[in-house]
């Protein structure tokens, strides 16, 4: 299966001595610069966004279509429908000091055409509600300034619920992509083990005493209740009753001590989280607020509580989770959608080509302000797997949880 929830539902321990290779920091390795190089690549990114944010506010939906960053040519590209509109928006004020950083694309779609062909395709997606789609990530692609229905990896044969949904949503003109190639090319670096430690941080391996192996999201409060947030598919859906699940970290000789009860879980459309209350917390466990590195030089990562979230297309995210430690990829939508396993239309979701794998669930999805700290934008919660160009990793935005359980920071 190509696509998977992100949890391991055995318990196998490994023990491993320490191996410390010299790696790039993964961003580095993800851009393909030096290490030295990505501070000028994150103003630089920093700056595009900024230059972008403004642009947006100036850009009418009919005329315009999709933008994006495009890092190395230091540029915004803006797809452009009506090009005798250019004239007008480079001579705004607001515009004046970034007018060399825009570079206007010839296109043929507006985002008011994308925008309803998306919204007409999830309509026909949520009727069709079937787990003959599951698979399917539906996006509007800020490179190719279509909306792509991307099929599920693998199968030379089109089922016939696929076939169905494509001639329902054909009228809308979408780009069906369909990668045959099924060959997952993700080859790994022998990288750094996670080490026994008993501050609890965002990125550490719990266990669920259902046996699920997910990562430590994020700590958050409400009132004076403070919680560790995971991935919801790790425990099901769970609210309020007696017989609360517990959740375990690892330590010393593999004894497993207690992190929490999950005091809430919901895993239904479009939500997938939990809540552990940490109150009983093993006193030999600290939570620590920062996130999980694997750089001897800063083994952990500040969580900057005011950090702004991405806000543009291909830059980059970030996750560090159990199993594939912190591996990077671009932002392709923030509005993006996928059909679950169980047929459950999952919309306004986060899709990034940030690699993932079975025990990352639940794991810190974020960006870098510098190589000491990053703001958080979400959790991990599920992912096709594949080569870069078809791996669509969905990360739940931290706002949604924010506003679904009433938390903070
Ligand atoms: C393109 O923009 C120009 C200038 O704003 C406008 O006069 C013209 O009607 C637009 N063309 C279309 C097809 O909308
Ligand atoms: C443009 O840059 C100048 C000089 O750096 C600055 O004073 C001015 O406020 C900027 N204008 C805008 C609209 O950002
Ligand atoms: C716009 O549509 C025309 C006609 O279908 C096509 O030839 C052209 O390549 C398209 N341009 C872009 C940028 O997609
Ligand atoms: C799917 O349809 C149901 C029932 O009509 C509706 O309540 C729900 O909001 C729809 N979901 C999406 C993502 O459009
Ligand atoms: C695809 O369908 C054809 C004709 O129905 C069949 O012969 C072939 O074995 C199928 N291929 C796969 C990989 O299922
Ligand atoms: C979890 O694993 C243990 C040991 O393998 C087993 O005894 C137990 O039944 C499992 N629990 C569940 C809920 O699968
Ligand atoms: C959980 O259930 C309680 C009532 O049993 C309800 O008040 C609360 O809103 C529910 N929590 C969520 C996040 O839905
Ligand atoms: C996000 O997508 C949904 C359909 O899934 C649509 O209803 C909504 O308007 C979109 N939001 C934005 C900001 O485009």
Redesign the pocket.
Known sequence: MKYIYLYITLLFFTFQKYLITHAREPLAEFWDIEDDEILSFLETEKYLSLVDRTLKSLLDD??FGETFVDLKNNKINVHTV?E??IP?IISQPELRNYSNSINFIPANKSSDNLKFSFNEIIRIANKTKSSGLSGIVIIIHPLLNEVTVNLPIGNINITETIQDFINAIMIYDPKIIHPIDSSASNTKRGIGERGIFTKVSSGDKIYFDNNATCSAGFWAKRKNKQFLVSAGHCIGNFNDTTSKPKVFYHGLNDKPLLVGKVVYSIWSAPYDFSLIDIKRMDIRLKPSKNMRNRFYTSPELIIEKNGIPQSSHITHLCKSGSRTYITCGNIISFNGSFISEQGDLYTGIIISSTEAAPGDSGSPSFSYLNLRSVTLNGIISWTRNSNIENRFTATMPLQLIFNKAGITL
Do not use: G, K, Q
């Open positions: 009919i005329s009506n005798s509109r007008d």
